[in-house]
């Protein structure tokens, strides 16, 4: 069974960065999607990026420009890379794999963008 491993996130003034990795254990079939989610305190959860193993990204208009979604195959991981932080993308952030057969949830990483 694959488990997924959520870190980077923390603590960042606005305007700052963060990157956040999740690294998955196990053989992962593909074809295979994994997605960057996030869910405010008293919101529903929202996808904020996702990558597909035929190499196809989405982002949410709200983090166009500034999130940028990645793959390292030889590492099973996948990184979000987060630039100019503002308040509102305060959150806990899960990383969710998906591939034929099964799927999995990340534990979430805080996110907390405050001066």
């Known amino acids: 069974q694959v488990q997924l491993v959520e870190s980077g996130g923390g603590l960042v003034q606005p305007g700052g960065s963060l990157r956040l990795s999740c690294a998955a254990s196990g053989s992962i079939s593909r074809p295979y999607y994994m997605g960057w989610y996030r869910q405010a305190p008293g919101k529903q959860r929202e996808l904020v990026a996702s990558?597909?193993?035929?190499?196809?990204?989405y982002y949410a208009d709200f983090v166009k420009g500034r999130f940028t979604i990645s793959r390292e195959n030889a590492k099973n991981t996948v990184y979000l890379q987060m630039n100019s932080l503002k308040p509102d993308d305060t959150a806990v952030y899960y990383c969710?794999?998906?591939?034929?057969?099964?799927?999995?949830w990340g534990q979430g990483t805080q996110v907390t963008v405050s001066s």
């Open positions: 969710h794999l998906q591939y034929p057969g099964g799927g999995a």
């Open positions: 990558t597909t193993s035929g190499d196809i990204t």
